[in-house]
């Protein structure tokens, strides 16, 4: 979907608490770089995995609604196949954003989503965007 700069720089500098779905224990992974980013910029990152009892050394758990606070950002690192049952997820959590990294996509959810109300990106790398945008700025 497109997000305005403005609309993603004040998503950002306001959210606290992200959902990494999909993110795997190899660091050599995007998925685990990006959360391992996430986590460097004082983000508190909760891994959603239905394989792995810990990633970047805090436990996982198997579904955005198992999370007990409130999240920001779900940040989907998930196969395409997973996205309808994540942003139902999301949505049934109160999240404020879905968040589709680069080659996930799945329009009919990311729809679903926006009619509730989330703010809804797509195709675009959360660890790019962040240093395009907020690097080095002060908040």
Known sequence: MNVSDETLADLMSNARVIA?????????????????????????VIGVNHDKDMILGHPTVHSVTDIGEPVDIVNVLAHPSEIAQVADAAIQSGA????????????????????????????????????????????
């Open 96 to 139: 404020k954003a879905l968040w589709l990294e680069p080659g996930i996509e799945n329009k009919e959810a990311e729809e679903r989503a926006m009619q509730a109300g989330l703010t809804v990106v797509s195709n675009r790398s959360f660890e790019r965007e962040h240093r395009r945008l907020l690097a080095d700025k002060d908040f």
């Open 20 to 44: 990494s779905v999909g993110v795997v224990s190899n660091p050599l992974t995007t998925g685990y770089r990006v959360a391992e980013y996430q986590q460097s910029q004082g983000y508190k």
